[in-house]
């Protein structure tokens, strides 16, 4: 098994960065879930495991997978008590990944993209560095300690931080527009939305010495 996993999801996928990734990824495991199955048949991308519970997937697609492959299928009746993504993190864990790459997960409904959200604790908890990933965002879960915004590796120039249902004391941004330091970070607050790494600085660093946050990278799509 691989140690990098790209699970493609049912959500807005781009083509070309989900080529992009995909092609990275060599010989890595790639995980479909639902929908996402779609988009890796279209492009003739064999996946090595599929998830889901095919509400939203042409019957001729799974079919061909079941039939014409020996892609192992895991379906899941949809009344279930995890998102298909979820299931395909939790598969991803088991099988010994300790990076993971989600594709997918974002776009349409609020609900979908807040569920995938929250799944990042999971793989968070059990030490793999987990992302989602999509044309303007890479979205991902940081604890203690410094983590370190180089302008050389940004995924984009802004940079928002917000705690998860707790309290962040202690909190410190430096090498940022909008520095911040021995700051309570308290949850429902848009203080920390749309920083950028000072025009003289290489690089920002967060701090904090215990808890954990959501870090998004973003950037603007010009039309």
Not at 50 to 65: H, L, N
Not at 144 to 168: K, M, N, W
Not at 200 to 214: K, L, M, N, Q, Y
Request: aromatic share 8%.
């Amino acid at each position: 098994m691989s140690k990098r996993t790209v699970i493609v999801s049912g959500g807005e996928l781009d083509e070309e960065l989900t080529l992009s990734v995909l092609k990275e990824q060599g010989e890595d495991c790639v995980i479909a879930v639902d929908r996402g199955l779609e988009f890796l048949y279209e492009h003739q991308i064999m996946p090595a495991y599929i998830v889901g519970d095919f509400d939203s997937v042409r019957k001729e697609v799974v079919d061909y997978y079941r039939n014409e492959t020996n892609v192992p299928v895991r379906n899941h009746n949809p009344v279930k008590d995890a998102s298909d993504t979820e299931i395909a993190i939790r598969l991803a864990m088991t099988l010994g990944c300790k990076e993971l790459l989600i594709l997918g997960a974002t776009g349409g409904r609020l609900d979908h993209l807040w569920a995938n959200v929250q799944s990042l604790a999971i793989p968070f908890k059990a030490g793999v560095d987990a992302r989602i990933i999509d044309r303007q965002n890479v979205v991902r879960i940081i604890g203690d300690g410094e983590t370190h915004l180089r302008r050389e590796e940004a995924y984009g120039p802004y940079f928002s931080v917000f705690p998860i249902g707790e309290e962040i004391f202690g909190f410190n941004i430096r090498g940022a527009k909008y520095p911040l330091r021995n700051h309570t970070l308290t949850p429902n607050n848009s203080l920390c939305v749309s920083n950028e790494i000072a025009e003289d600085e290489e690089e920002a660093v967060i701090s904090f010495p215990s808890g954990r946050v959501i870090l998004m990278q973003t950037r603007d799509i010009e039309e």
